[in-house]
């Protein structure tokens, strides 16, 4: 089964890919996004706490093996 957050970072990522014909290299997410992918890995036991896990270096969340980034936006999920 697919997730919602899922499946909104898989349309960023088309879209990215049929905007400009490449790849994305980064995932931009907003407050809400972020929150439902910490809290998502949380539930599958890929992280131990959503709340307290450290988004920089070593410990970025990654989707597909792209680095995730949280903006200053409730609600954003962009591919770049």
Do not use: F, W
């Not at 088309?14 to 790849?23: E, I």
């Not at 994305?24 to 036991?45: D, P, V």
């Not at 450290?54 to 990654?62: L, S, V």
């Amino acid at each position: 089964m697919v997730s919602a957050i899922h499946e909104e970072i898989n349309r960023a990522l088309a879209d990215c890919h049929m905007r400009t014909g490449k790849k994305a290299t980064q995932i931009y997410l907003g407050r809400t996004q972020m929150y439902r992918l910490m809290k998502l890995a949380a539930e599958n036991n890929y992280i131990t706490n959503a709340e307290t896990a450290k988004r920089d270096g070593e410990n970025r969340p990654e989707v597909m093996g792209l680095p995730v980034y949280e903006v200053n936006d409730d609600d954003h999920c962009v591919a770049a």
